[in-house]
């Protein structure tokens, strides 16, 4: 049973007036086992009883938690290129939870489909494309042309709309979800492309990377990691607009490699940026929470 099967089963369960009919026992139990093998089941049924009921479910982070998946991707890449025994032998905490989890499973499948196409060299990332800007006491800054798009939709926050330059990671909700579980107008919402995006900046050698997390219904947390900063302090600093006006959010100083988070954006436009000091180099990328209720302009 998939994604999209079970998500559907365990609607018309609970629904006072299904889609389809009403499911047997036995399909309410293969789409229990399902859900109780899947983060990404869990966490869209979790999104769409938030927004059923404004309540975020109690335990909702805690078996997250439990399944492990997300230290389970960001090692995912040790597998690529080895046999299943050789998994066993020299990863057995991976081989042992992608033997029981369809999440990370697929995952992986999609991890060795871009590494397949890449092998055959069938495409190339874009470069970023950089225009120069000067700020209000004269300084050099590099704006990214073009602008992000997040949305935060059956409790997933993802990119929907990239400038060029950005690599994105899979978004955590599977495909099918968004399909099929949501109500007929968010059809001509755009789709998912991914929850994380790493950005490298200029010919610095200073890589950004930018991950979403959902916050409610409509709320984004942004948590940006910088590497490569070998040449002095980085700071990092978020400005909401409004009109001409650009407010400060926060700013922080970033450690090498550790992630510098903003919680709780709301709907609007806001400017990323990242400076190192020492050889005064200022980086801006803009992008926008779009509201959940409709389609980003």
Same mark, same amino acid.
């Given at each position: 049973?998939?994604?999209?099967?079970?998500?559907?089963?365990?609607?018309?369960?609970?629904?006072?007036?299904?889609?389809?009919?009403?499911?047997?026992?036995?399909?309410?139990?293969?789409?229990?086992?399902?859900?109780?093998?899947?983060?990404?089941?869990?966490?869209?049924?979790?999104?769409?009883?938030?927004?059923?009921?404004?309540?975020?479910?109690?335990?909702?982070?805690?078996?997250?938690?439990?399944?492990?998946?997300?230290?389970?991707?960001?090692?995912?890449?040790?597998?690529?290129?080895?046999?299943?025994?050789?998994?066993?032998?020299?990863?057995?905490?991976?081989?042992?939870?992608?033997?029981?989890?369809?999440?990370?499973?697929?995952?992986?499948?999609?991890?060795?489909?871009?590494?397949? $196409? /890449?092998? =055959? !060299?069938?495409?190339? #990332?874009?470069? %970023?494309?950089?225009?120069?800007?000067? +700020? &209000?006491?004269? @300084?050099?800054?590099?704006?990214?042309?073009?602008?992000?798009?997040?949305?935060?939709?059956?409790?997933?926050?993802?990119?929907?709309?990239?400038?060029?330059?950005?690599?994105?990671?899979?978004?955590?909700?599977?495909? $099918? /979800?968004? =399909? !099929?579980?949501?109500? #007929?107008?968010? %059809?001509?919402?755009?789709?998912?492309? +991914? &929850?994380?995006? @790493?950005?490298?900046?200029?010919?610095?050698?200073?890589?950004?990377?930018?991950?979403?997390?959902?916050?409610?219904?409509?709320?984004?947390?942004?948590?940006?990691?910088?590497?490569?900063?070998?040449?002095?302090?980085?700071?990092?600093?978020?400005?909401?607009?409004?009109?001409?006006? %650009?407010?400060?959010?926060?700013?922080?100083? &970033?450690?090498? @490699?550790?992630?510098?988070?903003?919680?709780?954006?709301?709907?609007?436009?806001?400017?990323?940026?990242?400076?190192?000091?020492?050889?005064?180099?200022?980086?801006?990328?803009?992008?926008?929470?779009?509201?959940?209720?409709?389609?980003?302009?």
């Amino acid at each position: 049973m998939n994604h999209d099967e079970s998500i559907a089963i365990l609607l018309d369960a609970v629904a006072e007036k299904p889609r389809r009919r009403r499911p047997t026992p036995d399909q309410r139990r293969q789409a229990e086992e399902h859900l109780s093998r899947c983060s990404d089941c869990c966490r869209v049924l979790s999104g769409l009883h938030e927004r059923a009921t404004g309540e975020r479910l109690a335990d909702t982070d805690r078996i997250m938690e439990l399944f492990g998946c997300e230290r389970v991707q960001d090692e995912m890449h040790l597998l690529v290129g080895l046999s299943p025994s050789r998994m066993a032998a020299e990863h057995p905490h991976l081989a042992r939870h992608l033997g029981w989890c369809h999440a990370c499973r697929d995952r992986f499948a999609q991890v060795l489909q871009v590494e397949d $196409a /890449a092998a =055959r !060299g069938e495409f190339e #990332p874009a470069r %970023a494309r950089w225009r120069e800007a000067v +700020g &209000a006491l004269g @300084e050099t800054i590099r704006e990214l042309v073009g602008q992000a798009v997040v949305q935060v939709r059956m409790g997933v926050a993802a990119f929907t709309t990239v400038p060029e330059g950005l690599l994105l990671s899979p978004a955590l909700a599977p495909a $099918a /979800a968004w =399909r !099929g579980a949501g109500p #007929p107008t968010e %059809a001509a919402f755009p789709p998912p492309l +991914g &929850a994380r995006a @790493e950005l490298p900046l200029g010919d610095s050698g200073l890589v950004a990377e930018i991950g979403l997390n959902a916050e409610g219904t409509d709320r984004v947390g942004l948590e940006v990691t910088v590497s490569g900063a070998a040449h002095g302090p980085l700071s990092v600093s978020l400005r909401a607009l409004a009109g001409d006006r %650009a407010e400060l959010v926060a700013s922080e100083t &970033a450690r090498v @490699e550790k992630p510098v988070v903003f919680r709780g954006l709301v709907p609007g436009r806001y400017v990323l940026e990242i400076q190192e000091k020492q050889r005064d180099l200022r980086f801006r990328v803009g992008f926008e929470v779009a509201s959940p209720t409709g389609a980003s302009g």
